[in-house]
């Protein structure tokens, strides 16, 4: 051993290398709860196999077992470049065994002496040819569209990577790895490129956090013009066409498309009829031949067309709910040619089906007529999501009709109990690894109270509980909007306190303080059991352990969404095991009122999910129902109650 003292450990290359690699890993480790794709895994298990081997041959000074490392550590080169990139991982996977097998035969030619005839040198060229490799791969792929950040950050770093690399081993081949230079040298300057690696992926996931604040901010402006254009209408005329002119008005706007059209279907006739016609939209169906080619004609003819389920491109929205997005409608049959006029000419198109759950209640469709700026792709997603969020609206707008022949406070409450019905989901989902039960008790007809599922990936499931300030047609809409942007973001490789304040920063400002809400998120991944909670003044939540029978409080201080733009929500993660499980309730549930003024409190809820631990989830909330109404008996309680009961079973 060449390091047997303190000051030779100080005076040697390797406390530099180490420093330099734990400083560089510290980065990857930040960067790693933030990367969905496990890409800074390999950068940190790449610097452990380095540091691991920088001790051992630090204590065994031996060239042979340098070089042996080199060829292991390059084949973790060779993934970090060229796994990203799933077409050419056989070919990485057979290179990488290649190394292997050729790092094993050096071992058996330095201990047993097979394959003696063989140079030295020749193993020293395999970390050469493995870069060189990397190098030409690169450039050849360097202009292939790189979708994910992995692929980013390997295209941005590999100009410096490679001839850093490649002069790390030709260095090798020329000094030796017993040099003293190339060893003090050498070696740490070769570790630079993890340091460039690390810097662009702070920089690639700050543009990425930027990007997704941005299209997230957009798409809830979008959402809020929609609502405050369909809110009016609602409070006015109460006419189906107004309503439905709101919300074309912004569809158009917001996808700043040059008119666009709705259709509701007339289920008795099988027939879709335009009920709301904007701006200018050359017609891309068949116009009848006696209908004069006239701009005032054909917009006629527009504003009152109508058409069978399956006709025409509108039709066959209709008939099938399915989008269709055509940027260039030149080469589409779908779309016919009925003129080259101006008001004829139609450039690009775009229709999506509105729907109720799986029914089909209409179409709505945009039109540009500039040839040179067609629909994108994001508009296209920002006409699904308006038309997606508007049918609620247009959905509502039917109940108010019948909500409208009461009157006074009766109509207000009754408007508001059947947009919460409608958000609320009527059918509680099960899932393989996680059950779920639920219910929710208005204290006087119209709840405050809102909860959600909702499923983002197969082994991922969001559950959201809330609580809004008030009552009547204001509360419900505000939950409409908490619910509209939920389903919105929460599609993300995001932590969950980072959907809580992009949630907080759509409402703010689009909603009087005296309608502030508190909300509990939580999100489970149904395979592993890993949970995130995050909290915007909500109830604390409960964890029942089966491995040590008791209940667990969670609590998270911090102020509701709507008050401050600026507020930063944290997170507690955690694990389940099978059998555990999470409740998250409002606050009517451990304020509950009996006789003797005695709240039901958390203890009186935690003593029910004890008792009943062993049962699924739909009969525990049955049993906490039941105990909480023999607990407050005849009194009438004050606040809405609402419970969900989440249980793993892994």
């Not at 009087?512 to 995130?532: K, P, S």
Request: glycine share 6%; net charge neutral; charged share 20%.
């Amino acid at each position: 051993m060449t390091i047997s003292s303190f000051s030779q450990v100080v005076e040697s290359p390797l406390l530099a290398k180490l420093l330099i690699l734990a400083s560089i890993s510290v980065i990857f480790f930040y960067l790693r709860r933030k990367d969905a794709e496990g890409h800074s895994g390999s950068f940190i298990a790449s610097m452990a196999f380095l540091a691991v081997r920088d001790v051992m041959v630090a204590l065994f000074p031996v060239p042979e077992l340098f070089l042996v490392s080199d060829i292991i550590y390059f084949c973790f080169v060779l993934y970090i470049f060229m796994a990203p990139y799933m077409v050419v991982r056989p070919a990485l996977i057979l290179v990488i065994v290649l190394n292997i097998l050729l790092a094993g035969l050096y071992v058996a030619r330095f201990v047993f002496g097979v394959a003696a005839f063989l140079p030295s040198w020749l193993f020293g060229v395999i970390p050469v040819l493995d870069i060189l490799l990397v190098g030409v791969f690169a450039f050849i792929w360097r202009n292939v569209k790189k979708e994910s950040i992995a692929r980013q950050i390997v295209g941005a770093i590999w100009p410096v990577s490679v001839p850093v690399l490649l002069a790390y081993a030709v260095a090798a081949i020329i000094f030796g790895y017993g040099n003293d230079l190339f060893q003090r040298l050498a070696v740490p300057i070769s570790y630079g490129w993890f340091v460039a690696a690390a810097l662009t992926s702070i920089r690639m996931q700050d543009d990425q956090m930027v990007t997704a604040v941005s299209y997230y901010e957009s798409s809830i402006d979008s959402l809020y013009n929609l609502l405050m254009n369909t809110g009016p209408a609602l409070k006015g005329s109460f006419t189906t066409e107004d309503v439905l002119a709101s919300m074309n008005e912004a569809i158009v706007s917001e996808t700043h498309a040059d008119g666009g059209l709705i259709f509701l279907v007339d289920e008795f006739e099988d027939l879709i009829v335009c009920k709301s016609y904007v701006g200018s939209f050359p017609p891309p169906v068949n116009l009848p031949e006696s209908l004069p080619r006239k701009a005032n004609r054909v917009e006629s003819f527009m504003k009152h067309v109508e058409f069978r389920l399956g006709e025409g491109v509108f039709g066959e929205v209709a008939k099938t709910g399915k989008n269709i997005y055509i940027p260039n409608v030149t080469d589409d049959p779908r779309i016919v040619v009925n003129g080259e006029e101006e008001f004829l000419r139609l450039a690009s198109f775009m229709a999506v089906p509105l729907m109720v759950e799986d029914k089909i209640i209409g179409v709505a469709a945009v039109a540009r007529k500039n040839r040179d700026n067609a629909f994108t792709e994001e508009d296209f997603d920002r006409c699904k999501l308006l038309a997606n969020f508007g049918t609620l609206a247009v959905s509502n707008f039917f109940s108010f009709l019948a909500a409208n022949e009461k009157s006074g406070l009766e109509q207000s409450a009754g408007i508001a109990a059947e947009i919460q019905r409608s958000i609320i989901p009527k059918k509680i989902p099960q899932f393989p690894g996680l059950g779920i039960g639920a219910f929710s008790m208005p204290a006087r007809g119209v709840s405050g109270d809102y909860f959600d599922i909702i499923q983002t990936r197969s082994d991922r499931v969001v559950c959201v509980i809330g609580d809004v300030a008030g009552k009547g047609v204001s509360a419900a809409l505000i939950m409409v909007m908490v619910r509209s942007i939920l389903h919105l973001i929460t599609n993300t490789n995001k932590d969950i306190a980072t959907v809580l304040n992009w949630v907080n920063k759509g409402i703010t400002g689009k909603i009087d303080l005296d309608h502030y809400a508190t909300l509990g998120i939580v999100a489970v991944n149904i395979n592993t059991g890993e949970v995130e909670y995050s909290n915007a003044s909500h109830q604390a939540l409960l964890v029942y352990r089966r491995s040590s029978d008791s209940i667990e409080t969670l609590e998270l201080k911090s102020v509701p969404i709507g008050v401050e733009r600026t507020t930063e929500y944290a997170r507690k993660a955690l694990k389940l095991a099978d059998g555990d499980i999470v409740v998250m309730y409002t606050d009517g549930i451990v304020e509950a009122m009996n006789e003797q003024g005695k709240q039901f409190g958390r203890k009186g809820l935690s003593q029910v999910i004890v008792r009943h631990r062993d049962l699924a989830p739909k009969e525990i909330v049955n049993r906490i129902k039941g105990d909480l109404s023999s607990f407050v008996g005849s009194v009438r309680q004050h606040d809405d109650q609402t419970v969900l009961v989440l249980k793993m079973k892994l």
